[in-house]
């Protein structure tokens, strides 16, 4: 199967219809969830990355196109949001490996042999990748592909359930986004964990309806996802200090563990300002208004 660049889906194409537009875009996210799981059982990171974005984008569609055939799309998003979490796990020993190599960098493991230290590192990937590997051969995981299989073998056209355009259907889901980042940015106080991992993830769903939606709708909705886009991944970096920061907790207490937690603040503080520098941008009034303008009208069409 041919792979798209895992960053830049197609978007809607013109005068697609809804039940044409779910088929191809969720035959295009699989494509890549299956050529990445070969490479994700032996270790890779970054296919292991490029396969959840994949399913988080999955979980975005089925939330759009819920009315084309809401019984197939819920489940899908259950079961993909279960394997996601599943595959946290590898991500947090990706995490314990980079606090391994900053702690090795701040003098800290001096008094261990170096053929020590690269068992360790070696034991934690060994480790990683078994994580991964149990993931992809999970139940759920199973489960997800038989359903894409079944469901994808079947043309759209035999799909005849009428709903609303996907233009139409996209902008619906976009205000309720929208607003939901909205309501967490008031609440964020001063981004300590909870709250701003809870504004990434409403980012982060903004960031994909962009992806796949915003080419169609025009300048507005472009500069604001591409706004959104820079602001989420700004604080997904900061939510990968905030783990690391809980881990090097367990870290030797020396003067290299507090080297490290003074780097992962500092870090912490310069991804904080990149967030922040973006959402200005994204939440410009005149941008804001021209974009709800046109959410609002597009909304407001019964198809």
């Excluded at 300590?192 to 960031?207: D, I, K, Q, V």
Aim: one cysteine or more.
């Amino acid at each position: 199967m041919k792979q798209s660049i895992p960053g830049h889906p197609t978007p809607l194409r013109r005068g697609e219809r809804a039940a044409e537009a779910l088929h191809r875009m969720l035959a295009e996210q699989f494509d890549i969830v299956l050529d990445n799981v070969p490479i994700a059982r032996r270790g890779s990171v970054q296919a292991l990355h490029d396969l959840r974005v994949a399913l988080r984008r999955m979980r975005t569609l089925a939330a759009v196109f819920d009315p084309v055939d809401p019984s197939f799309l819920r489940s899908l998003d259950r079961r993909a949001a279960k394997e996601c979490d599943r595959m946290g796990d590898a991500r947090d020993l990706d995490v314990w490996i980079a606090l391994f190599g900053d702690l090795e960098k701040a003098g800290g493991l001096k008094g261990m042999p170096r053929g020590d230290r690269q068992g360790v590192v070696q034991e934690l990937q060994r480790e990683r990748t078994r994580l991964a590997a149990r993931a992809l051969s999970g139940s759920t995981f199973k489960r997800i592909q038989r359903m894409l299989w079944e469901y994808l073998r079947q043309p759209a056209q035999s799909r005849p359930r009428p709903s609303p355009p996907p233009d139409v259907l996209a902008a619906r889901r976009i205000l309720v986004v929208r607003k939901k980042i909205a309501k967490r940015h008031a609440q964020a106080g001063r981004y300590s964990s909870r709250p701003a991992h809870a504004l990434r993830r409403s980012g982060r769903r903004m960031r994909y309806l962009s992806e796949f939606f915003a080419p169609q709708m025009g300048p507005a909705a472009q500069r604001a996802g591409r706004w959104i886009t820079k602001a989420q991944a700004a604080l997904g970096k900061v939510h990968d200090c905030d783990n690391a920061l809980e881990l090097s907790r367990e870290l030797p207490g020396n003067h290299a563990r507090a080297e490290v937690r003074r780097g992962l603040k500092k870090r912490r503080v310069a991804q904080l300002a990149k967030f922040k520098a973006a959402w200005q941008h994204y939440a410009d009034p005149r941008l804001q208004q021209a974009w709800l303008k046109q959410l609002e009208t597009l909304a407001a069409h019964s198809g």
